[in-house]
T-cell receptor
């Protein structure tokens, strides 16, 4: 399978614990995005990387959230001191370098986080 | 902020064409119209995109009005597996940041 891979698929954690999610984008895709999705809503943008550089962060990305893409390949999203409101599906997407003809994003299956 | 307006839900009979409308009255000249869909418990899937000409691929057709203020996604022969939430997105593809920004989409139910 050469699509976007996310791990784990499901995570249940106790409030106050830290969690880390991993995303492996499609090989050679320069851009990597993180989104959060709650029930009944569309995906909400969190942050994106161009290679290893984090170029934009949403206001949704509080200081408890941190994302990295150290070698421009896989990325991790860490949530510290989780809260019940962090319960959501966390989606990762990747896309190749922006061109006029090839700008669609490819999404992974997501990591569903439940904070109890 | 979502730049598009879509009906919250629609339904369609299996085998018939599903026509999903989208209003994007504030679209600017260099912005593309993209459509994605999300089947329950999966990540969004790209369907099609266009600038001003109508587009067709193996999944769907995209009809963009001449003034580019609205578009319609057409699934020519809907099947039960097309039941999903469909998102219409407007994004610039000329440098800068291309960040797909999703609204709430249209929940399409295809019934037998």
């Amino acid at each position: 399978d050469t699509g976007v891979s996310q791990d784990p698929r499901h995570k249940i954690t106790k409030r106050g614990q830290n969690v880390t999610f991993r995303c492996d984008p499609i090989s050679e895709h320069n851009r990597l995005y993180w989104y959060r999705q709650t029930l009944g809503q569309g995906p909400e943008f969190l942050t994106y990387f161009q290679n290893e550089a984090q170029l934009e962060k949403s206001r949704l990305l509080s200081d408890r959230f941190s994302a990295e893409r150290p070698k421009g390949s896989f990325s991790t999203l860490e949530i510290q001191r989780t809260e019940q409101g962090d319960s959501a599906m966390y989606l990762c997407a990747s896309s190749p370098t922006l061109t006029l003809m090839n700008t669609e994003a490819f999404f992974g299956q997501g990591t569903r986080l439940t904070v109890v | 902020d979502a730049k598009t307006t879509q009906p919250p839900s629609m339904d369609c009979a299996e085998g018939r064409a599903a026509n999903l409308p989208c209003n994007h009255s504030t679209i600017s000249g260099n912005e593309y119209v993209y459509w994605y869909r999300q089947i329950h418990s999966q990540g969004p899937q790209y369907i099609i995109h266009g600038l001003k000409n109508n587009e067709t691929n193996e999944m769907a057709s995209l009809i963009i009005t001449e003034d580019r203020k609205s578009s319609t996604l057409i699934l020519p022969h809907a099947t039960l597996r097309d039941t999903a939430v469909y998102y219409c997105i407007v994004s610039s593809a000329s440098g800068g940041s291309y960040i797909p920004t999703f609204g709430r989409g249209t929940s399409l139910i295809v019934h037998p």
